[in-house]
């Protein structure tokens, strides 16, 4: 058995301004993975994608910029949970993704996004 995961991004599920382009270079990432887990349909092999959230970090505080917002906590407002995700939250995803857990999943989309997507 094994495991191929893929992290994508809550901007290839729903329209954000000025994210024409890299919307569309997370969506062409999600349908590639879920295309790949129906090739690797009986080898054992999952396939499946994460498509995070705004999460707290560099690229995030970016992306205030962009917007010409104060910080990146601003974004916190447009998720359900009200907050931003941590890095280590999007990680155990991913980690459960990789364990025996997950085994009978593949082709998924799992939004960590705290709602963003909701």
Known sequence: TGRFVAVS??????AMPKLAAY?????????YVRALAADLAGSGVT??????GSTRGPM??????VYHLPSQD??????????????????????????PDAGALTGAV?????GLSA
């Open 74 to 99: 601003t974004f916190a407002g447009q998720a359900l949970l009200r907050r931003l995700l941590e890095p280590d939250e999007v990680a155990a995803a991913i980690a459960w993704l990789c364990s």
């Open 9 to 14: 991004s809550a901007a290839a599920l729903r």
């Open 23 to 31: 919307s569309a270079a997370k969506a062409a990432a999600l349908a």
């Open 110 to 114: 799992i939004p960590v996004d705290g």
């Open 47 to 52: 396939a499946n994608v994460v498509c995070p």
């Open 60 to 65: 995030l505080e970016a992306s205030a910029a």
